[in-house]
DNA sequence: CGGGGTCGTTCCGGCTTCCGGAACGCGGGC
DNA sequence: GCCCGCGTTCCGGAAGCCGGAACGACCCCG
């Protein structure tokens, strides 16, 4: 088991000129559930440029394997399966295994949501998340990846990887509330701010009323550490960032460090 | 948004005689990652009983599109793509969307790990888990599927279903503990129970110390009602089936009944 | 330190199997 | 009831895939 697999592979729409070119368009087949919860052959086909009966074939083998599910009248869903996959590959990580009991004791220290997240691409994907049932307004549960730019953890994880961070302004700082931080020399500013106080905080910046802060989880040999992943605690903005700051910084430093340290007790 | 995709489909290893050969192959190639968490090329090659370069091909095709990643030394894993794609897929599940809420509160009434379970073939698959972070010992949670038949959801889920009765005794009753219900005609006999007394339980069966209680959620029109999903509450037997029993059969019926009530409003 | 075994990857020719266009059947809507 | 749009099926041509063998790297062991 492995702490993280090694490069989280940008998704080239690579739909040319690769070996295996059906088991290439079967990818992007996938691909296009992302964005939309049903489709039917025709849409398929149009979003890929392929021929309908070639999309129907796609679809039709996918579901043989249950990656894709049938609903009536010929539109197709995300199938079960791919659930199945998707426990199993991150029940693996050695990552996970370790930081799930420490997420835990932590959400009954600071009674709010918290999360784990890792880079992928120039978003930050969040492999967990516990949430407090108490915890006044309930926070959105729907979404499982956002871009890094505008969260803590994508901060953090920014912080400490240059390329990352290039990345990210490559594909530019898209506002999504009135207080995101979209001036690149405001936001280098704010990973220079990061590195020097070891956390990151996140305004408002993606959900207006919503806050979190974050910590790194470091992993390498000392003096080359690089944060694999980060922890955060998530909230609404008063009570995030309001007097329990403090208290809530502490706490998600204690536990990403705490991590970073099963994580070389246990890891290779 | 559907409550459930139609039909769980049985997962024929059809390697054979399907469009799209390749598709399949690949798809074959996935599923030997279920059972093992690190695959080589010649390994799977010879699980498949395909050429090497063929396997290879494979591996690189799907590690191209992310739903494997390439660990050292050329052997390869599942890749963090499928988690995305997998909690997409249960993301947009109505019967999840609104048995979370419940199965929240259903977890603070009784203090003890909660669980959503559907069946898939012969197996339930286990869509959601709640732990409660100060019950005692730790349960295991490196499992999302297990046979129906030593399983109170599984119990629950037969109980109403004849066809499913009948392929868990087509594939058999194996056994996992000194107390799992081998014996169909016993076995059976758990199943009306079940009917009668509307809700099922598991004593030991599965891992021996713990057991659980499961009660059904309804769907279709009255008179034709069948089990979609179950709910469930596990924890160690003293604790499960000892004095609390009555309160918790209690709580897991009601849950299970707040659910079915809130899918019919929800629903189509 | 070097050799043999194993494994992942690449190359290439023959041919399997896939792609695209057109036709079919169906369902829903104006 | 008609038409439009959809999912599916059929077919020929040829594109891309499969399998065997060769290559290079790595590791274990002597």
């Known amino acids: 088991m492995t702490v993280l697999p090694f490069s989280p592979p940008v998704s080239d729409d690579a739909l040319e000129d690769a070996p295996l070119r059906s088991v290439s368009t079967a990818v992007a087949v996938l691909d296009c559930f992302a964005s939309e919860a049903e489709l039917g052959a025709t849409k398929v086909a149009a979003r890929l440029g392929i021929a309908k009966s070639t999309a129907c074939r796609m679809l039709a083998a996918l579901a043989a394997g249950g990656l894709l599910e049938k609903a009536g009248s010929g539109r197709y869903r995300l199938g079960l399966r791919l659930f199945e996959y998707g426990q199993l590959a991150v029940d693996r990580l050695l990552l996970r ?5 420490i997420l835990g004791e932590l959400r009954e220290t600071v009674r709010e949501t918290v999360q784990l997240g890792v880079a992928v691409g ?3 994907l969040y492999l967990e998340r516990l949430e407090t049932a108490g915890a006044g307004l309930r926070f959105r549960t729907d979404y499982h990846r956002n871009p890094a730019h505008s969260s803590s953890i994508g901060r953090v994880l920014a912080a400490s990887d240059p390329s990352l ?3 990210i302004l490559e594909r530019g700082l898209e ?6 931080v979209v001036d690149p020399r405001r936001w280098r500013q704010t990973l220079v701010q990061t590195r020097e106080q070891g956390y990151a905080t996140c305004r408002d910046e993606y959900d207006q009323g919503w806050s979190s802060i974050a910590a790194p989880i470091l992993t390498g040999a000392s ?3 690089r944060a694999v992943a980060a922890v955060s605690v998530v909230g609404s903005t ?8 403090p208290a809530l910084v502490q706490g998600v430093r204690r536990a990403a ?4 340290v099963a994580l070389e007790r246990a890891g290779s």
Do not use: H, N, Q, Y
């Open 165 to 167: 961070t290039m990345a």
């Open 257 to 260: 460090e705490r991590i970073t």
């Open 175 to 180: 506002r999504r509330t009135p207080f995101t």
């Open 97 to 101: 295994e370790v930081a799930m009991p």
């Open 122 to 124: 120039t978003d930050v």
């Open 223 to 225: 003096g080359r550490r």
């Open 238 to 245: 008063s009570r995030v960032l309001g007097p329990r700051k």
